[in-house]
Protein backbone atom coordinates (compact mmCIF):
# COMPACT_ATOMS: atom_id res chain seq x y z
CA UNK A 1 0.00 0.00 0.00
CA UNK A 2 1.23 3.32 -0.78
CA UNK A 3 1.71 5.72 2.03
CA UNK A 4 -0.99 8.07 3.20
CA UNK A 5 0.35 11.48 4.74
CA UNK A 6 -1.11 12.02 8.09
CA UNK A 7 -2.85 15.10 7.49
CA UNK A 8 -4.50 13.56 4.47
CA UNK A 9 -5.17 10.66 6.53
CA UNK A 10 -6.71 12.30 9.19
CA UNK A 11 -9.15 14.26 7.19
CA UNK A 12 -10.31 10.91 5.33
CA UNK A 13 -10.71 9.39 8.09
CA UNK A 14 -13.01 12.44 9.66
CA UNK A 15 -15.41 13.14 6.67
CA UNK A 16 -14.61 10.91 3.53
CA UNK A 17 -14.59 7.66 5.21
CA UNK A 18 -16.31 8.67 8.56
CA UNK A 19 -16.29 5.39 10.55
CA UNK A 20 -19.72 5.72 11.35
CA UNK A 21 -21.38 7.18 7.86
CA UNK A 22 -19.20 5.26 5.57
CA UNK A 23 -18.24 1.95 7.89
CA UNK A 24 -21.61 1.86 10.22
CA UNK A 25 -19.17 1.93 13.23
CA UNK A 26 -20.36 2.01 16.19
CA UNK A 27 -24.03 2.63 15.41
CA UNK A 28 -25.96 0.64 18.26
CA UNK A 29 -24.80 3.20 21.22
CA UNK A 30 -24.92 6.24 18.50
CA UNK A 31 -28.85 5.62 18.01
CA UNK A 32 -29.28 5.26 21.89
CA UNK A 33 -26.97 8.27 22.98
CA UNK A 34 -27.69 10.93 20.37
CA UNK A 35 -30.96 11.79 22.41
CA UNK A 36 -29.25 15.05 23.98
CA UNK A 37 -26.08 16.64 23.03
CA UNK A 38 -25.00 17.27 26.61
CA UNK A 39 -24.52 13.45 26.54
CA UNK A 40 -23.49 12.83 22.69
CA UNK A 41 -21.11 15.25 22.97
CA UNK A 42 -19.61 13.55 26.75
CA UNK A 43 -19.36 10.01 25.12
CA UNK A 44 -18.02 11.51 22.14
CA UNK A 45 -14.70 13.07 23.76
CA UNK A 46 -14.41 9.85 25.52
CA UNK A 47 -14.92 7.70 22.22
CA UNK A 48 -11.85 9.85 21.01
CA UNK A 49 -9.40 9.20 24.07
CA UNK A 50 -10.20 5.57 24.15
CA UNK A 51 -9.70 5.47 20.50
CA UNK A 52 -6.55 7.02 20.52
CA UNK A 53 -5.31 5.15 23.42
CA UNK A 54 -6.05 1.65 22.35
CA UNK A 55 -4.60 2.23 18.94
CA UNK A 56 -1.53 3.81 20.29
CA UNK A 57 -1.39 0.45 22.59
CA UNK A 58 -2.28 -2.18 19.83
CA UNK A 59 -0.04 -1.06 17.46
CA UNK A 60 3.23 -2.01 19.34
CA UNK A 61 1.48 -5.32 20.75
CA UNK A 62 0.70 -6.25 17.22
CA UNK A 63 3.93 -5.80 15.91
CA UNK A 64 6.59 -6.67 18.68
CA UNK A 65 4.41 -9.49 20.03
CA UNK A 66 2.05 -11.23 18.00
CA UNK A 67 3.67 -11.20 14.68
CA UNK A 68 7.34 -12.15 15.85
CA UNK A 69 5.93 -14.90 17.54
CA UNK A 70 3.63 -15.85 14.94
CA UNK A 71 0.25 -15.24 17.18
CA UNK A 72 -1.94 -13.55 14.40
CA UNK A 73 -4.57 -15.62 15.46
CA UNK A 74 -4.58 -14.58 18.78
CA UNK A 75 -5.19 -10.77 17.67
CA UNK A 76 -9.07 -10.69 18.92
CA UNK A 77 -8.37 -11.75 22.32
CA UNK A 78 -5.65 -9.30 22.83
CA UNK A 79 -7.65 -6.16 20.94
CA UNK A 80 -10.63 -6.94 23.25
CA UNK A 81 -8.62 -6.92 25.89
CA UNK A 82 -6.86 -3.56 25.49
CA UNK A 83 -9.68 -2.28 24.76
CA UNK A 84 -11.53 -2.93 28.01
CA UNK A 85 -8.29 -2.17 30.12
CA UNK A 86 -7.76 1.37 28.39
CA UNK A 87 -11.72 2.16 29.31
CA UNK A 88 -11.12 0.54 32.79
CA UNK A 89 -7.93 2.80 33.59
CA UNK A 90 -9.39 5.29 32.04
CA UNK A 91 -11.71 5.44 34.59
CA UNK A 92 -9.77 5.10 37.38
CA UNK A 93 -7.57 7.75 35.88
CA UNK A 94 -10.54 10.39 35.55
CA UNK A 95 -11.94 9.78 38.91
CA UNK A 96 -9.07 10.12 40.66
CA UNK A 97 -7.81 13.43 38.74
CA UNK A 98 -11.00 14.92 38.31
CA UNK A 99 -14.35 13.99 39.74
CA UNK A 100 -15.96 16.84 37.92
CA UNK A 101 -15.39 15.49 34.76
CA UNK A 102 -15.91 11.64 36.21
CA UNK A 103 -19.03 12.87 36.86
CA UNK A 104 -20.27 13.46 33.35
CA UNK A 105 -18.36 11.45 31.58
CA UNK A 106 -17.98 8.27 34.34
CA UNK A 107 -21.09 6.97 33.22
CA UNK A 108 -20.42 6.71 29.63
CA UNK A 109 -17.19 5.11 29.81
CA UNK A 110 -18.66 1.68 30.10
CA UNK A 111 -20.34 1.66 27.57
CA UNK A 112 -17.40 2.27 24.99
CA UNK A 113 -16.69 -1.50 25.36
CA UNK A 114 -19.23 -2.85 23.91
CA UNK A 115 -18.84 0.01 21.27
CA UNK A 116 -17.70 -1.37 18.08
CA UNK A 117 -16.43 2.04 16.80
CA UNK A 118 -13.10 0.79 18.82
CA UNK A 119 -12.42 -2.78 18.16
CA UNK A 120 -13.61 -1.60 14.41
CA UNK A 121 -10.44 1.24 14.07
CA UNK A 122 -8.09 -1.74 15.35
CA UNK A 123 -8.97 -4.23 12.97
CA UNK A 124 -8.65 -1.76 10.40
CA UNK A 125 -5.59 -0.08 11.05
CA UNK A 126 -4.76 -4.15 11.21
CA UNK A 127 -5.76 -4.99 7.62
CA UNK A 128 -4.82 -1.53 6.26
CA UNK A 129 -1.23 -2.31 7.74
CA UNK A 130 -0.69 1.18 9.15
CA UNK A 131 2.31 2.30 10.60
CA UNK A 132 2.28 3.53 14.28
CA UNK A 133 2.12 7.18 13.75
CA UNK A 134 -0.63 6.40 10.60
CA UNK A 135 -2.59 3.89 13.47
CA UNK A 136 -2.57 6.95 16.08
CA UNK A 137 -3.75 9.61 13.43
CA UNK A 138 -6.52 7.44 12.00
CA UNK A 139 -7.69 6.32 15.84
CA UNK A 140 -7.92 10.08 16.45
CA UNK A 141 -9.67 10.82 13.01
CA UNK A 142 -11.98 8.31 13.43
CA UNK A 143 -12.88 9.52 17.12
CA UNK A 144 -13.41 13.42 15.84
CA UNK A 145 -15.45 11.65 13.02
CA UNK A 146 -17.59 10.02 15.25
CA UNK A 147 -17.92 12.69 17.51
CA UNK A 148 -19.08 14.93 14.92
CA UNK A 149 -21.77 12.95 13.75
CA UNK A 150 -23.12 12.62 16.59
CA UNK A 151 -23.05 15.67 17.86
CA UNK A 152 -24.66 16.59 14.90
CA UNK A 153 -27.38 14.16 14.95
CA UNK A 154 -27.99 14.89 18.68
CA UNK A 155 -28.80 18.20 17.30
CA UNK A 156 -30.97 17.11 15.03
CA UNK A 157 -32.98 14.78 16.80
CA UNK A 158 -34.08 17.72 18.94
CA UNK A 159 -35.91 19.22 15.96
CA UNK A 160 -37.35 16.44 15.06
CA UNK A 161 -38.74 15.26 18.51
CA UNK A 162 -40.94 18.77 17.64
CA UNK A 163 -42.26 17.44 14.29
CA UNK A 164 -45.09 15.15 13.82
CA UNK A 165 -43.44 11.63 12.81
CA UNK A 166 -45.46 8.63 12.15
CA UNK A 167 -45.94 6.29 14.97
CA UNK A 168 -44.44 3.51 13.10
CA UNK A 169 -41.37 5.43 12.08
CA UNK A 170 -40.58 7.13 15.86
CA UNK A 171 -37.53 6.39 17.53
CA UNK A 172 -34.97 4.38 16.15
CA UNK A 173 -36.59 4.31 12.61
CA UNK A 174 -36.43 8.25 12.21
CA UNK A 175 -32.87 8.27 13.49
CA UNK A 176 -31.83 5.67 10.99
CA UNK A 177 -33.05 8.34 8.52
CA UNK A 178 -31.63 11.18 9.73
CA UNK A 179 -28.40 8.78 9.76
CA UNK A 180 -29.35 8.28 6.20
CA UNK A 181 -29.23 11.77 4.87
CA UNK A 182 -25.76 12.61 6.62
CA UNK A 183 -24.08 9.96 5.02
CA UNK A 184 -25.91 11.39 2.05
CA UNK A 185 -23.87 14.48 3.02
CA UNK A 186 -20.69 12.88 3.69
CA UNK A 187 -21.05 11.02 0.46
CA UNK A 188 -20.50 14.39 -1.22
CA UNK A 189 -16.85 14.35 0.68
CA UNK A 190 -16.01 11.39 -1.29
CA UNK A 191 -14.81 12.85 -4.37
CA UNK A 192 -12.00 14.97 -2.82
CA UNK A 193 -9.97 12.56 -0.91
CA UNK A 194 -9.67 8.68 -1.41
CA UNK A 195 -7.67 6.31 1.45
CA UNK A 196 -8.20 2.94 1.80
CA UNK B 1 -39.67 -16.66 36.56
CA UNK B 2 -39.79 -19.86 34.28
CA UNK B 3 -38.18 -21.56 31.56
CA UNK B 4 -39.96 -20.38 28.30
CA UNK B 5 -40.54 -23.06 26.00
CA UNK B 6 -38.42 -23.47 22.83
CA UNK B 7 -41.85 -22.03 20.76
CA UNK B 8 -41.89 -18.91 22.77
CA UNK B 9 -38.40 -18.48 22.11
CA UNK B 10 -38.43 -19.32 18.46
CA UNK B 11 -41.83 -16.53 18.18
CA UNK B 12 -40.29 -14.18 20.49
CA UNK B 13 -36.70 -14.22 18.71
CA UNK B 14 -38.40 -14.13 15.13
CA UNK B 15 -41.38 -11.76 15.79
CA UNK B 16 -42.34 -9.89 18.15
CA UNK B 17 -38.73 -9.22 19.92
CA UNK B 18 -36.41 -9.66 16.75
CA UNK B 19 -33.18 -7.90 17.70
CA UNK B 20 -32.87 -5.77 15.18
CA UNK B 21 -36.02 -4.36 14.29
CA UNK B 22 -37.54 -4.16 18.19
CA UNK B 23 -34.60 -3.87 20.32
CA UNK B 24 -32.24 -2.15 17.28
CA UNK B 25 -29.37 -4.10 18.22
CA UNK B 26 -26.82 -5.09 16.30
CA UNK B 27 -27.99 -2.11 13.37
CA UNK B 28 -23.92 -2.10 12.65
CA UNK B 29 -23.18 -5.40 10.78
CA UNK B 30 -27.29 -5.03 9.81
CA UNK B 31 -25.93 -2.20 7.48
CA UNK B 32 -22.14 -3.10 6.07
CA UNK B 33 -22.61 -6.89 5.27
CA UNK B 34 -25.72 -6.51 3.51
CA UNK B 35 -24.45 -5.44 -0.24
CA UNK B 36 -24.67 -9.09 -0.98
CA UNK B 37 -26.57 -11.93 -0.61
CA UNK B 38 -23.66 -14.49 0.26
CA UNK B 39 -21.62 -12.22 2.20
CA UNK B 40 -25.05 -11.62 4.30
CA UNK B 41 -25.55 -15.27 4.65
CA UNK B 42 -22.53 -16.44 6.27
CA UNK B 43 -22.47 -13.44 8.23
CA UNK B 44 -25.39 -14.01 9.70
CA UNK B 45 -24.98 -17.99 9.84
CA UNK B 46 -21.51 -16.98 11.90
CA UNK B 47 -23.71 -14.70 14.49
CA UNK B 48 -26.28 -17.11 14.56
CA UNK B 49 -23.76 -20.11 15.99
CA UNK B 50 -21.54 -17.91 17.99
CA UNK B 51 -24.80 -16.39 20.22
CA UNK B 52 -26.32 -19.81 20.34
CA UNK B 53 -22.49 -21.39 21.67
CA UNK B 54 -21.43 -18.47 23.39
CA UNK B 55 -24.88 -18.33 25.08
CA UNK B 56 -24.81 -22.16 25.68
CA UNK B 57 -21.24 -22.03 27.02
CA UNK B 58 -22.21 -19.26 29.63
CA UNK B 59 -25.31 -20.83 30.85
CA UNK B 60 -23.59 -23.45 31.52
CA UNK B 61 -20.87 -22.01 34.26
CA UNK B 62 -23.54 -19.18 35.17
CA UNK B 63 -23.73 -20.30 38.81
CA UNK B 64 -19.64 -20.52 38.82
CA UNK B 65 -19.46 -16.81 37.53
CA UNK B 66 -19.41 -14.08 40.39
CA UNK B 67 -21.92 -11.44 38.91
CA UNK B 68 -19.50 -8.62 39.29
CA UNK B 69 -16.90 -9.97 36.97
CA UNK B 70 -19.19 -11.93 34.01
CA UNK B 71 -18.50 -8.75 31.37
CA UNK B 72 -15.05 -10.58 31.23
CA UNK B 73 -16.07 -13.92 31.16
CA UNK B 74 -18.91 -13.10 28.94
CA UNK B 75 -16.68 -10.95 26.71
CA UNK B 76 -13.78 -14.24 26.61
CA UNK B 77 -16.53 -16.84 25.64
CA UNK B 78 -17.90 -14.91 22.56
CA UNK B 79 -14.10 -14.09 21.95
CA UNK B 80 -13.41 -17.77 21.59
CA UNK B 81 -16.40 -18.28 19.42
CA UNK B 82 -15.68 -15.96 17.18
CA UNK B 83 -11.80 -16.59 16.63
CA UNK B 84 -13.43 -20.50 15.70
CA UNK B 85 -15.30 -18.81 13.14
CA UNK B 86 -12.33 -16.34 11.93
CA UNK B 87 -10.04 -19.43 11.41
CA UNK B 88 -12.75 -21.14 9.61
CA UNK B 89 -13.73 -18.78 7.43
CA UNK B 90 -9.76 -18.18 6.54
CA UNK B 91 -9.93 -21.65 5.50
CA UNK B 92 -12.78 -22.72 3.64
CA UNK B 93 -13.48 -19.30 2.95
CA UNK B 94 -11.05 -17.15 2.49
CA UNK B 95 -12.66 -14.91 -0.35
CA UNK B 96 -15.67 -14.39 1.67
CA UNK B 97 -13.58 -13.70 4.73
CA UNK B 98 -11.36 -10.46 3.17
CA UNK B 99 -14.17 -9.12 1.46
CA UNK B 100 -16.50 -9.01 5.30
CA UNK B 101 -12.72 -7.82 6.57
CA UNK B 102 -13.40 -6.68 9.96
CA UNK B 103 -16.83 -7.12 10.41
CA UNK B 104 -15.97 -11.05 11.28
CA UNK B 105 -13.96 -9.98 14.38
CA UNK B 106 -16.78 -7.58 15.18
CA UNK B 107 -19.06 -9.86 15.79
CA UNK B 108 -17.70 -9.51 20.07
CA UNK B 109 -19.34 -6.42 19.95
CA UNK B 110 -22.44 -7.14 18.05
CA UNK B 111 -24.97 -6.21 20.63
CA UNK B 112 -26.92 -9.02 19.97
CA UNK B 113 -24.52 -11.86 21.48
CA UNK B 114 -23.71 -9.26 24.40
CA UNK B 115 -27.49 -8.78 24.93
CA UNK B 116 -28.87 -12.49 24.97
CA UNK B 117 -25.92 -13.31 26.97
CA UNK B 118 -26.55 -11.20 29.65
CA UNK B 119 -30.03 -11.16 29.24
CA UNK B 120 -31.09 -14.52 28.58
CA UNK B 121 -28.33 -17.25 29.56
CA UNK B 122 -27.90 -16.07 32.28
CA UNK B 123 -31.34 -17.09 33.73
CA UNK B 124 -32.27 -20.01 31.95
CA UNK B 125 -30.41 -23.62 31.60
CA UNK B 126 -27.73 -24.36 28.86
CA UNK B 127 -30.22 -26.40 25.83
CA UNK B 128 -33.17 -23.80 26.04
CA UNK B 129 -30.27 -20.75 26.03
CA UNK B 130 -28.53 -22.10 22.75
CA UNK B 131 -32.18 -22.64 21.52
CA UNK B 132 -32.28 -18.35 22.44
CA UNK B 133 -29.27 -17.70 20.73
CA UNK B 134 -29.60 -19.60 17.75
CA UNK B 135 -33.21 -18.31 17.00
CA UNK B 136 -31.93 -14.33 17.71
CA UNK B 137 -29.12 -15.51 15.04
CA UNK B 138 -32.04 -16.61 12.26
CA UNK B 139 -34.30 -13.15 13.07
CA UNK B 140 -31.32 -11.33 12.78
CA UNK B 141 -31.04 -13.57 9.58
CA UNK B 142 -33.98 -12.60 8.25
CA UNK B 143 -34.07 -9.11 8.34
CA UNK B 144 -30.41 -9.07 6.61
CA UNK B 145 -31.24 -11.30 4.23
CA UNK B 146 -34.19 -9.14 3.14
CA UNK B 147 -32.17 -6.57 3.02
CA UNK B 148 -29.37 -7.90 0.88
CA UNK B 149 -32.18 -9.23 -1.38
CA UNK B 150 -32.99 -5.69 -2.41
CA UNK B 151 -29.59 -4.16 -2.09
CA UNK B 152 -27.71 -6.60 -4.41
CA UNK B 153 -30.11 -6.51 -7.19
CA UNK B 154 -30.49 -2.80 -7.70
CA UNK B 155 -26.58 -2.63 -7.24
CA UNK B 156 -25.47 -5.74 -9.27
CA UNK B 157 -28.42 -7.26 -11.09
CA UNK B 158 -27.46 -10.36 -9.43
CA UNK B 159 -29.11 -12.68 -6.65
CA UNK B 160 -26.02 -14.57 -4.95
CA UNK B 161 -23.78 -13.42 -8.15
CA UNK B 162 -26.67 -15.21 -10.59
CA UNK B 163 -27.58 -12.63 -12.81
CA UNK B 164 -31.53 -11.86 -12.93
CA UNK B 165 -31.64 -8.06 -14.42
CA UNK B 166 -30.55 -8.22 -18.42
CA UNK B 167 -27.11 -7.45 -18.74
CA UNK B 168 -28.03 -4.08 -20.15
CA UNK B 169 -29.04 -3.30 -16.46
CA UNK B 170 -25.64 -2.32 -15.13
CA UNK B 171 -23.56 -1.85 -18.99
CA UNK B 172 -26.25 0.79 -19.67
CA UNK B 173 -24.93 2.30 -16.20
CA UNK B 174 -28.63 2.92 -14.93
CA UNK B 175 -28.01 0.45 -12.42
CA UNK B 176 -28.29 1.69 -8.66
CA UNK B 177 -24.84 2.34 -7.46
CA UNK B 178 -26.50 4.14 -4.41
CA UNK B 179 -28.06 0.92 -3.34
CA UNK B 180 -25.00 -1.23 -2.46
CA UNK B 181 -23.44 2.73 -0.64
CA UNK B 182 -23.79 4.19 3.20
CA UNK B 183 -27.12 6.30 2.71
CA UNK B 184 -29.47 3.53 1.28
CA UNK B 185 -28.23 1.22 4.39
CA UNK B 186 -29.65 3.10 6.73
CA UNK B 187 -32.73 4.72 4.72
CA UNK B 188 -33.94 0.75 3.98
CA UNK B 189 -33.05 -0.58 7.40
CA UNK B 190 -35.63 2.70 8.47
CA UNK B 191 -38.02 1.40 5.95
CA UNK B 192 -38.03 -2.06 7.30
CA UNK B 193 -38.21 -0.97 10.63
CA UNK B 194 -41.21 1.63 9.79
CA UNK B 195 -43.48 -1.56 8.25
CA UNK B 196 -42.70 -4.04 10.89
CA UNK B 197 -43.53 -1.11 13.67
CA UNK B 198 -46.71 -0.51 11.71
CA UNK B 199 -47.98 -3.66 11.80
CA UNK B 200 -46.91 -4.38 15.31
CA UNK B 201 -49.00 -1.63 16.65
CA UNK B 202 -51.69 -2.30 14.27
CA UNK B 203 -51.68 -6.32 16.42
CA UNK B 204 -51.21 -4.40 19.74
CA UNK B 205 -54.66 -2.13 18.93
CA UNK B 206 -56.36 -5.62 17.18
CA UNK B 207 -55.53 -7.09 20.78
CA UNK B 208 -56.53 -4.35 23.03
CA UNK B 209 -59.80 -3.23 21.08
CA UNK B 210 -62.10 -6.56 20.79
CA UNK B 211 -61.36 -7.56 24.62
CA UNK B 212 -64.13 -6.37 26.40
CA UNK B 213 -66.97 -7.67 23.95
CA UNK B 214 -65.64 -11.12 23.57
CA UNK B 215 -65.18 -11.31 27.41
CA UNK B 216 -69.05 -10.16 27.17
CA UNK B 217 -70.11 -12.39 24.28
CA UNK B 218 -68.45 -15.80 25.02
CA UNK B 219 -69.66 -16.09 28.66
Known amino acids: ?196 | MSTPTYKQVWKENLNMNNPVLVQVLGICSTLAVTNKVVNTLIMTVGVSLVTAFASYTLSWIRHLIARRVRMIFQVLAITFYVVLLQLILNAFAPEVARSLGPYVGLIITNCIVMGRTETFAPANPPLISWWDGFTSGLGYMLVLGTMSLIREPLAFGTIADIPIFPPEYVSSGNNWTIAIMAPSAFFLVAIIIWVFKTRALKVEAAAKAPKPATAGGTK
Open chain 1, 1 to 196: MSYVDPITLLFASIFTSNILLANFLGTCSFIAISKDIGSANGLGIAVIVVLVLSSAISWPILHYVLVPFNMIYLDLFVYIIVVAAVVQALEMIIERVSPALYMSLGIYLPLIVANCAILGVVLFMEIRNYDFFQAVIFGLGSGIGWWLAIVAAAAMRKKIDKSPVPAGLQGPGITLITMGFMAMAFVGFSGILRVQ
